[in-house]
């Protein structure tokens, strides 16, 4: 079992930035960022795997940037260029076995958290 607790989500302006943590325990796991905006599919944004693979969807490559402290026991998601269509609810979330390629496919995910609501507004 992971447990993960997601913080940092708020409102901005076009063209701000935030900074999204992710709580994990325990640690050493691939990792994900996914999000989903009301009415509209859920769709991934960034993976990282334990040593360090990343892979970006194409709406946020060059603008969104995922990392993990050196124990990895925090995951995050740095958000620079924010544009409207980045508004939805954000969810950091773990395999149950880890990846060796980082994996955008929310179906290979098993443990999620509860979400942190990112707004960014014209």
């Known amino acids: 079992q992971v447990h993960l607790v997601e913080s940092g989500g708020g409102s901005v302006q076009t063209g701000g930035s935030l900074r999204l943590s992710c709580e994990v325990s325990?640690?050493?796991?691939?990792l994900g960022w996914f999000r989903q905006a009301p009415g509209e599919e859920g769709e991934g944004g960034a993976a990282i795997t334990i040593i360090g693979s990343t892979k970006y969807a194409n709406s946020v490559k060059g603008r969104f940037t995922i990392s993990t402290d050196n124990a990895k026991r925090t995951l995050f998601l740095q958000m620079d260029m924010l544009k409207p269509e980045d508004t939805a609810m954000y969810y950091c979330a773990a395999p149950r076995f880890n990846f060796g390629l980082p994996s955008l496919d929310p179906q290979q995910y098993h443990y999620w958290g509860q979400g942190t609501q990112v707004t960014v507004s014209s």
């Open positions: 325990p640690s050493g796991s691939s």
